[in-house]
Structures are given as structure tokens and as C-alpha cells.
């Protein structure tokens, strides 16, 4: 952990994690159920960055993990009333057979021709979910009155954030291995990285596993969370674009930017809706999301990081002049 | 250059944050209706219309409960079952309603379902048909109590359409065989699964093949031409999604086959305009209140309002959910003045006992009331508490038919065909199919 974690990184998460644990004492029910979803919609996002923000490997069929995880605990618990504790592992772990699936074509094929290929097996599992076995998934109606596992804004909020920090914390110290640095060079030039010896089709498993899985867990919260699941709030081509504009809003490949991308994007298309209850809330979104990115493509974690190193050589320069002067009344 | 472009992002993050406590100021005195469903469709406007109508009569008359008045804030859906669970949240963290009205499609309605639940908000909805949210109020009545729906359960619906097979297809225009026209979605297989099942083996029509086509299908020929070949005779269409296509389609290509079914298009008064005058022939199931549906003097009343206030604006004619909107809501708040609000406990037994007979010329022509928790219904022998109190058999004396069959004539006429009680045409085939 040394040198991956230093104690201003220690000090920093622990100030975030105090902050939102305070956040119930000051903001009402309604607010925390917005931070709810993008407590979510973070791990989505953190889930997709780790695949396709370190390879390079662009999905657009993340909602196909993610649905295998929410369908099987809701089949699992709804229909044959197996208890949570046993569901949700078992729909983590199928997630996880599932990102081998999602893994295959990535052996052969890269770029556009791979973001397609996941973009259909997102269509497939869609159309799987409505035409086969409908007494279990629900058809296209969905399943309605899956176990919850709290009610009400409070507790949920704290399970949600506490789930989505475990996961933030994992999936960034993992980024800041060696293993996160070989990711991030598949990325750059995959050719390369198996030229220095190195096992790019390991490292790729890994990134898809470790992607499924949070997937997964995700997912199979998500729908104990909702109470209902339907095909169509799953796989859908708007949730795979929230999911992916969360990431690069955020800042792609740095893990804690799908975070701020997530909590971003879900508060200001919540905070819209009292302004603009209909469609026209979407096009406002739509806009300061485009001015954020033409702004700085590399996200809100990098505008922050410039703020800051703005901040330090500014602090920097002052100290300089103030020596400066006093050299010069010294002297 | 660099401070300008700093500036922009600034502006756009403080664009956002400002907009943190805008907007959520409400005066103290009224009561608040969430209406939930989708801004865009013609189900989901007419609904927030009928509702709002009724809304600013119960205000112009005084107001309620203690003189009242009675605001409306909307949530839209989109038609996104996720969207509507944020939009029922929104509408019972954020705005605190005391009553939703929801015009919401099926899966949107049982997103939302397991927070109505939590909430326990008063619940009416006009457009879903979905009888498994009533077989929830028959499992586990006390946790579901608070929803009401007042348009029939399509178990319901699909009941009196088997007449409809029996009276008319097989009896008047004695058709023996047919073909299924489905489109590829869930809906089509279970309205297939409906026909094949139940009206055609009690109507004695034999389904001699299903051609499924997608929902992008831009070309039918190739289609009608195998329909043709097949020998039925006539064509059952079962179509939801982009139907106005397949039924335009059909009237141009003159197809030799007589069409009858369930297209969702064909619901609405705009039929005419999206099919550009190419839609005469067609028929479909329908809920009451439908397009050719003779309105009662009451419900008229509501009619012209509706036309006075939206009747440039699409839909310009109220679907059947927006009749049951702006009756629901005047429903709604009866019983909340007999229960003194909206407390569960006395509003759901007041909500329960509201009935209104709406009559025409001496005769009962709607009627919204609700099944009472084990009230047993005469011919399906099953329960649907909370249900519209519809009546599946003639003469409809109890309550108003669960569907009506309405057809488009060659003219650009809608007219409801049968029952025979709520008929103001007759089923006729198109001009150019042979009798």
C-alpha cells in the first residue's frame, strides 16, 4: 500500500466519507434519495471505467452485466424465494461467468468493432429477458415487488454511499498498482505492452472480471433497492450513455471521476425537474454537459486537479515574491 | 483566454449548483396532487388534463376540505420505469403530495408500485390495465390498499372481446378461419396467446397461421400477400407499436382480406391525421370512454371543456383516461371531505364506497365505482378489489362494459360497433373486400 496510498489520499477520502456521512443531518429526504441513485449510477460508471476507461476497450453493453446481476437475485428471491444473503453472491457470481462471455470477442477484435459487439449483446439479452422463460423474467412487464433490503431515504442512503465507497476504494487502489498501470498501457498501445512480456489476454480477463463484478454487485443492489425491475429501465440505450457520459464528464481512467461525473450528472438533471418538470430539463443537461466537455475533455477530475495546481503554484509564486520582498528590505 | 474558458466552466457548474433550492417554495394552504406519467404521449396528456380540469373546478366551487385549494405538481416519466420510481419519489419526498393520479404505462406503473407502498400516498391510476397489480391487492390487501384503478383489468377487457369473436366474427359475418398478424414485442404474444386460447376456440374460429413481423417493418405486401394466400378469412391484427403504419399499409394496398384486432394507434382522434386519411376499415378493442363513444350529458360537459382549453393541442379529443382522470380526481376528493383527508384508514373505505352513475337517456352509461375487497365478480368468479366496477354482461345494467369494439369507416367516422347497447355503427368490411 505504500506509495499507492499516502496520507494526504488517506486524509482526503476520509474527509469525503465524513462529509457524506454527516450529509442526512443537513439535506432533506429528497435530496437523499437523488444521492441514492448517483450512488449507484457511480458504481456503474467506476464499473465501466475500469474496463473500458483503462483498456481502451469501449462497451456499450455494460447494462448486459449489469442485468444479469439485478435478474438473477430478483428470479432467485422473487420466484423461488431464496433469501437475499444467498441471491445476491449467486448473481455476483453469475455476472462474473457472464464477463466471460463479454470478454470472448475482446481476444479478436478492438474499437468500434468491439463496442458494437457489446452494444448487441446488450440487444440480446433485451430480447432473451421478453421471449424466454417470460414466467420468470416477468416478459416485458418486468418483476414487481422484489424484496427490498431497507426502507426508507436514511437507511438506504447510507448503505448505498457505504457500497459505493467500498467499491470507489478498491477499484482505486487497484488502479494505482502495477497491474492499473498495465491497463492503462493496453490502452495506449496494447502491441506494445505484449511485447514487453507481458500477458495482455490476463490483463484483460482481469479488467473484465473486476468490471463484471462490480457490475454485478451493483446491479443486484440496484434491484433490491427499487423494489422492480423491467427490461426496458435496463437495457437501454439512454442508461448505457448515462452511464459512459457520467465516466468521461467525470474523467475517464481515474476511477474517482466516474464518481463526480455520476453525482454530477444525476444532480442536475434532479435539480432541473422543479424548473423544468418535462423534456426540456434534458436539453439544459445536455448543454452543460457538452460546455463541461469541449471545456476540458479530460473531465471534472481534471478541471479540479487544474484548480489545484493552479492553486499551488499560485501559493508557490506568492511565497517567491514575499521572500523576494523580503530579501530586498533586508538587504 | 485560459480565465475565459474557467469562466464558462464555473458558470456551468454554478448553473447546476444554483439551482439547488429554486423552485421548491409552496404556499401552505393547499393541497397538493402529484400527477405522474408522461409529458409527451397522448395517454400521459390526457390525464394531466383531465385531472387538471377537474382540479380547477373543485377550486372555482371554493376549494376543498375547509376551503382548500388544490395545486398540482407534475412529474414526468418518459415513459422510463426508472425515471417513474425517481418520479413518484420526487413528487412524495420533494413535494410532500397528498394524492397521485398517474397516467402511466404498464411497467412505469409497477416500477413505482413497491414506493407507493413505502409512501402510502393515495393512489389512482387511469391508463395502466395490468391485472397483476390488482392480483396484488388480492394477495396482500393491506399493503397495497391505497392504489385505486379505475379503467377495467385487461382480463376484463379480453372477457367481453370473446363475445365480440362469438356475436360478431363468427355469428353475423360467419368468418370460420383466421390469420394472426402479430408484431414481434411481448404485448403481441400475450394478446396472441389471448386469441388463440380463448376467443378463437370460443367462437369456433380456426387460426390457421401467425405471421410475427418487426416493429420496424416498413413494407407489409410481402406480408398481406401471404395473409391472402392462406386462405382465412380474415386478417386478425395485433399491433401496439408504430400500428398507424401496418394499418395505412393495409387501406392502400387494398388488400383483399377483411382486418379486424387490437391496434393501439387507432385509440386516439389523431388516427386519422398520422395515417393521412388512410385508415378507413380499421377496428380495435378499446377501453370506455372511447374515440366514437356517445358521451353522457356529464361526461360531455367535460368534453367541451377539454376542447375549449387543449382542442389545438395534440391529443385534441380526451382519451378514455383522461375522462377517468377528471372523474378519479373528483372521486378522489369526495371521499377525502367524507374522511377528513387523506389518512389511509378512513380514505380508503370513503374511496372504496364513491360511485357515480353517469345515466343517459334513463339508462346507466358509465358507471365508476370500485370492487369492494371479496366482492365476487358474476362471471369470471374472481375478485379485483379496487377495480373499476365494470360489468362483462348484458344488458351492462351494473356498470359500463370493461371494452368497446370501434372502427374506423372510409369517411374518416370512428363509430363503436358493439356492444350492441353502445353502438352507433355497424362492422362493416372495407369497399374494396369482397362480402
Known amino acids: 500500500m505504500k506509495g499507492i496510498m499516502t496520507p494526504r ?105 468491439f463496442a458494437l459487439v457489446t452494444l448487441a449483446f446488450m440487444e440480446l439479452i433485451y430480447q432473451l429477458t421478453q421471449v424466454i422463460r417470460p414466467d420468470l423474467t416477468g416478459g416485458t412487464r418486468g ?18 454511499f457505504l457500497l459505493m465507497l467500498g467499491i470507489a476504494l478498491v477499484l482505486w487502489v ?108 434534458y436539453l439544459i ?29 499560485k501559493n508557490a509564486n506568492n511565497s517567491k515574491n514575499s521572500g523576494k520582498v523580503g530579501d530586498g528590505k533586508a538587504a | ?92 419526498e420533494t413535494e410532500g403530495v397528498d394524492f397521485i393520479i398517474s397516467g402511466c404505462i404498464d411497467d412505469v406503473s409497477l416500477g413505482w408500485l413497491p414506493r407507493m407502498t413505502e409512501y402510502k400516498i393515495p393512489t389512482l391510476d387511469t391508463w395502466t390495465s395490468n391485472i397483476g397489480i390488482i392480483d396484488k391487492l388480492v394477495e396482500d390487501y393491506d399493503t397495497y390498499k391505497m392504489y385505486f384503478m379505475n379503467v377495467a383489468t385487461d382480463e376484463a377487457l379480453a372477457t367481453l372481446y370473446v363475445d365480440f369473436g362469438k356475436d360478431i366474427l363468427a ?20 394478446i396472441n396467446g389471448l386469441v388463440t386460447q380463448l376467443l378463437a376456440p370460443e367462437a369456433g374460429i380456426e387460426v390457421l397461421d401467425t405471421i410475427v413481423y418487426d416493429t420496424a417493418t416498413v413494407d407489409f405486401s410481402p406480408i398481406f400477400s401471404r395473409a391472402v394466400d392462406s386462405g382465412a378469412d380474415f386478417i386478425y391484427l395485433i399491433a401496439s407499436v ?84 377528471y372523474w378519479g380526481i373528483k372521486q378522489a376528493f369526495a371521499a377525502a371531505e367524507e374522511a377528513g383527508g387523506f389518512g389511509l384508514d378512513k380514505w380508503v373505505p370513503a374511496m372504496e364506497n364513491q360511485d357515480l352513475k353517469l345515466m343517459k337517456d334513463g339508462k346507466l352509461w358509465l358507471r365508476y365505482a370500485f370492487w369492494k375487497p371479496g366482492e365476487v365478480e358474476e362471471r369470471t368468479q374472481r375478485t379485483y378489489p379496487h377495480n373499476i366496477r365494470f360489468d362483462i354482461t348484458p344488458p351492462y345494467d351494473d356498470g359500463a362494459p370493461s371494452m368497446v369494439v370501434i372502427q374506423w369507416y372510409e369517411n374518416g367516422d370512428a363509430k363503436v360497433v358493439y356492444p350492441p347497447k353502445y353502438a352507433t355503427g355497424e362492422f362493416e368490411v372495407p369497399s374494396w373486400v369482397k362480402k
Not at chain 1, 433490503?149 to 448503505?159: E, I, K, M, Q, R
Not at chain 2, 444554483?18 to 393541497?31: E, F, K, R
Open chain 1, 174 to 281: 487497484l488502479a494505482r498498482t502495477r497491474l492499473g498501470t498495465a491497463l492503462d498501457a493496453i490502452a495506449m498501445n496494447e502491441e506494445a505492452v505484449s511485447g514487453s512480456g507481458l500477458s495482455t489476454t490476463k490483463l484483460k480477463l482481469f479488467a473484465f472480471m473486476v468490471s463484471a463484478a462490480v457490475a454485478g454487485i451493483g446491479g443486484a443492489f440496484y434491484v433490491h433497492y427499487l423494489g422492480s425491475i423491467a427490461p426496458r429501465a435496463l437495457f437501454d440505450i439512454d442508461f448505457v450513455f448515462t452511464i459512459i457520459v457520467s465516466a468521461l464528464i467525470g474523467g475517464a481512467s481515474t476511477i474517482v471521476g466516474p464518481m463526480l461525473g455520476a453525482f454530477f450528472m444525476t444532480f442536475l438533471l434532479e435539480y432541473l425537474r422543479p424548473l423544468l418538470p418535462g423534456s426540456e430539463r
Open chain 2, 242 to 325: 408504430n400500428s398507424q403504419v401496418v394499418s395505412s399499409q393495409y387501406v392502400k394496398l387494398q388488400v383483399p382480406l377483411a382486418m379486424t384486432g387490437v391496434n393501439v394507434s387507432a385509440l386516439g382522434q389523431e388516427y386519422w391525421d398520422d395515417t393521412g386519411g388512410a385508415g378507413g376499415g380499421i377496428s380495435t378493442l378499446s377501453p370506455v370512454p372511447s374515440v366514437g363513444f356517445v358521451a353522457d350529458p356529464e361526461s360531455q360537459k367535460f368534453v367541451d371543456k377539454y376542447i375549449a382549453e387543449y382542442g389545438n393541442e395534440r391529443p385534441k379529443y380526451p382519451h378514455f383516461n383522461g375522462f377517468n382522470a
Open chain 2, 1 to 92: 483566454m485560459q480565465s475565459m474558458k474557467k469562466l464558462v466552466a464555473v458558470a456551468a457548474l454554478a448553473l447546476s449548483a444554483g439551482l439547488v433550492s429554486a423552485g421548491w417554495s409552496h404556499a401552505a394552504d393547499t393541497i397538493k396532487v402529484g400527477f405522474i406519467g408522461s409529458f409527451a404521449s397522448d395517454a400521459g396528456r390526457s390525464t394531466m388534463r383531465g385531472a387538471q380540469i377537474a382540479i380547477d373546478e373543485l377550486n372555482a366551487a371554493g376549494g376543498v376540505l375547509g376551503g382548500k385549494q388544490i395545486e398540482m405538481v407534475k412529474a414526468d416519466t418518459h415513459e422510463d420505469v426508472t425515471e417513474g420510481i425517481k418520479a413518484y419519489e420526487y413528487l412524495a
Open chain 1, 143 to 160: 418483476i414487481s415487488g422484489v424484496k427490498t433490503l431497507l426502507v426508507g431515504a436514511v437507511p438506504n442512503y447510507y448503505f448505498s
Open chain 2, 171 to 190: 355469428k353475423k359475418m360467419g368468418w370460420k378461419k383466421t390469420i394472426i398478424l402479430q408484431e414481434d414485442t411481448a404485448f403481441g404474444n400475450a
Open chain 1, 9 to 113: 489520499h488517506v486524509a482526503l477520502w476520509i474527509a469525503f466519507a465524513a462529509i457524506m456521512l454527516l450529509l442526512p443531518q443537513v439535506v432533506s429526504n429528497g435530496t437523499l434519495r437523488i444521492i441514492i441513485f448517483a450512488n449507484f449510477l457511480a458504481i456503474f460508471a467506476m464499473s465501466w471505467d475500469f474496463l473500458s476507461g483503462k483498456t481502451g476497450y469501449v462497451s456499450f453493453g455494460h447494462p448486459f452485466l449489469i442485468g444479469i446481476g439485478a435478474y438473477t437475485t430478483a428470479i432467485l428471491s422473487y420466484r423461488f424465494h431464496m433469501p437475499i444473503e444467498y441471491s445476491i453472491p449467486i448473481a455476483v457470481l453469475t455476472t462474473i461467468a457472464g464477463g466471460t462471455f463479454f470478454f470472448l470477442p475482446a481476444l479478436r477484435i478492438k474499437g468500434t468493432y
Open chain 1, 285 to 313: 443537461y445536455g448543454l452543460v454537459a457538452l460546455v463541461l466537455y469541449v471545456y476540458q475533455p479530460k473531465g471534472i477530475y481534471a478541471i479540479i486537479a487544474d484548480l489545484r495546481d493552479g492553486m499551488r503554484s
